[in-house]
């Protein structure tokens, strides 16, 4: 990588690892994740739209009283879902015209969506939010003479959201970010930010993580390869982009961002379409990336989940079947992922969220022929749980 680990602060490493420990011994610390934990088995399959022309980029999103959601695309339109705990999803109700859309719920539990919707001839990105079982009116937040495309929405604390998309108003793609302070959307590019295909992630200090892809020429390849690029706003600016993958030999692409209870932003994305990697890190500290899988064909859209209790959860598909795996935090190795899906045919755009009780849900497009596509939807249980030892106190 472009930073060797003398400046990625190998220090700030070890007083994780030995946080850890400390935690660890005194039983405040999430029970380990072995690879045992990760064959925990995902129900069968629920049905959530069948029967439909089209359909693409399905989103998830769950409030802290169960409710899951799902929007998705379907010939230019958005349609979405509700699924009350332990009952059937309802049936799709339209939300918009549009495409590419992006789910989030912010701190009062309410329902925030974004997509992209030409009018009057430009791309924009707009918003819209559930309240009372309706969608307000969209509101456009990118306003930009270019094309607006692939929005991606966090929450953070407090009422803010943050959303990023990718633009080409300047004749060439760059990543815009968009901040809701709980009135009205602002919205600049990405300073030093060329690229496509951004994801974002908040953690509860406040502190934004924004991912992209972006190609580097070389002298042997002036095209370029992609690679992938993270910047993170705190109290101050952005941060100068930083090359995380960092891999001139290989094509990185598909990221996908969370954060953790453990601070670090956690990062994952495919190497030439079959090498899963994962990476983690804060500031000017981020370790190597690992590979977290070889696939024998390959492998796509990676997803990166925190489920409760902070273990990580990624899923893609691999054409025919979507795989998942899970460990803790940073681990030495990932455990060998297990197959999610058990319905035969073509299968892409996986997505993935955490469950407010614990566990993840993972959903995808499933197409069984030619203009018969349905939305699929899986849920693993919780695979940690706390657990508090305290020593046993004798007297003399």
């Given at each position: 990588?472009?930073?060797?680990?003398?400046?990625?602060?190998?220090?700030?490493?070890?007083?994780?690892?030995?946080l850890?420990?400390?935690?660890?011994?005194?039983?405040?610390?999430?029970r380990?994740?072995?690879?045992?934990?990760?064959?925990m088995?995902?129900?069968s399959?629920?049905?959530?739209v069948?029967g439909?022309?089209d359909?693409?980029?399905?989103?998830?999103?769950?409030?802290?009283?169960?409710?899951?959601?799902?929007?998705?695309?379907?010939e230019?339109q958005?349609?979405?879902?509700?699924?009350?705990?332990?009952?059937?999803?309802?049936?799709?109700?339209?939300?918009a015209?549009?495409?590419?859309?992006?789910?989030a719920?912010?701190?009062?539990?309410?329902?925030?969506?974004?997509?992209?919707?030409?009018?009057?001839?430009?791309?924009e990105i707009?918003?819209?939010?559930?309240?009372?079982?309706?969608?307000?009116l969209p509101?456009?937040?990118?306003?930009?003479?270019g094309?607006?495309?692939?929005?991606v929405?966090a929450?953070?604390?407090?009422?803010?959201?943050?959303a990023?998309?990718?633009?080409?108003?300047?004749?060439?793609?760059?990543?815009?970010?968009?901040?809701?302070?709980?009135e009205?959307?602002?919205?600049?590019p990405l300073?030093?930010?060329?690229g496509?295909?951004p994801?974002l992630?908040?953690?509860?200090?406040?502190?934004v993580?924004?991912?992209?892809?972006?190609?580097?020429?070389?002298?042997?390849?002036p095209s370029?390869?992609f690679?992938?690029?993270?910047?993170?706003?705190?109290?101050?600016d952005?941060?100068?982009?930083?090359n995380?993958?960092?891999?001139?030999a290989?094509?990185?692409i598909?990221?996908?961002?969370?954060?953790a209870p453990?601070?670090?932003?956690?990062?994952?994305?495919?190497?030439?379409?079959?090498e899963?990697q994962?990476?983690?890190?804060?500031?000017?500290?981020?370790?190597?990336?690992?590979?977290?899988v070889?696939?024998?064909?390959?492998?796509?859209?990676?997803?990166?989940?925190?489920?409760?209790?902070?273990?990580?959860?990624?899923?893609?598909d691999?054409?025919?079947?979507?795989?998942a795996?899970l460990?803790?935090?940073?681990?030495?190795k990932?455990?060998k992922?297990?197959?999610?899906?058990?319905l035969?045919?073509?299968?892409?755009?996986?997505?993935?969220?955490?469950?407010?009780g614990?566990?993840?849900?993972?959903?995808?497009?499933?197409?069984?022929?030619p203009g018969?596509l349905?939305i699929?939807?899986?849920?693993?249980?919780p695979?940690?749980s706390w657990?508090?030892w305290?020593?046993?106190?004798?007297?003399?």
């Amino acid at each position: 990588m472009a930073m060797d680990w003398a400046r990625r602060s190998p220090s700030r490493g070890i007083l994780v690892v030995m946080l850890a420990l400390v935690a660890s011994i005194a039983g405040l610390w999430p029970r380990p994740v072995s690879a045992e934990a990760s064959t925990m088995p995902w129900e069968s399959p629920t049905a959530i739209v069948t029967g439909i022309p089209d359909a693409a980029r399905p989103a998830l999103a769950y409030t802290a009283d169960g409710v899951g959601y799902a929007l998705w695309e379907s010939e230019g339109q958005l349609y979405y879902a509700r699924q009350l705990p332990n009952r059937a999803w309802s049936a799709p109700q339209q939300v918009a015209y549009g495409m590419s859309p992006a789910l989030a719920i912010d701190s009062s539990g309410r329902l925030h969506a974004l997509f992209a919707n030409q009018f009057m001839g430009n791309y924009e990105i707009y918003q819209v939010t559930l309240i009372d079982g309706k969608w307000t009116l969209p509101v456009d937040i990118s306003h930009t003479s270019g094309v607006s495309a692939y929005p991606v929405l966090a929450a953070g604390p407090g009422h803010t959201m943050f959303a990023a998309w990718m633009d080409n108003s300047p004749g060439y793609w760059t990543i815009y970010v968009g901040t809701w302070n709980g009135e009205y959307w602002s919205n600049q590019p990405l300073p030093d930010a060329r690229g496509q295909a951004p994801t974002l992630a908040a953690s509860t200090d406040g502190t934004v993580y924004l991912a992209w892809q972006d190609r580097i020429p070389t002298l042997d390849n002036p095209s370029g390869t992609f690679d992938i690029f993270l910047s993170e706003h705190g109290d101050a600016d952005w941060s100068l982009p930083i090359n995380i993958s960092d891999s001139p030999a290989a094509s990185s692409i598909g990221a996908s961002l969370t954060t953790a209870p453990d601070g670090f932003a956690h990062l994952t994305w495919v190497d030439d379409d079959q090498e899963v990697q994962y990476c983690y890190g804060e500031g000017v500290y981020w370790p190597l990336p690992q590979t977290v899988v070889r696939t024998a064909m390959i492998a796509r859209g990676p997803r990166i989940a925190s489920e409760h209790g902070g273990v990580l959860h990624i899923a893609w598909d691999e054409g025919d079947v979507v795989r998942a795996t899970l460990a803790a935090p940073a681990p030495p190795k990932w455990p060998k992922p297990v197959v999610v899906t058990a319905l035969s045919g073509d299968l892409r755009q996986v997505s993935l969220a955490a469950l407010p009780g614990g566990g993840v849900a993972v959903s995808w497009v499933q197409a069984f022929g030619p203009g018969d596509l349905g939305i699929y939807e899986s849920q693993q249980a919780p695979a940690s749980s706390w657990h508090l030892w305290l020593p046993l106190m004798t007297h003399p």
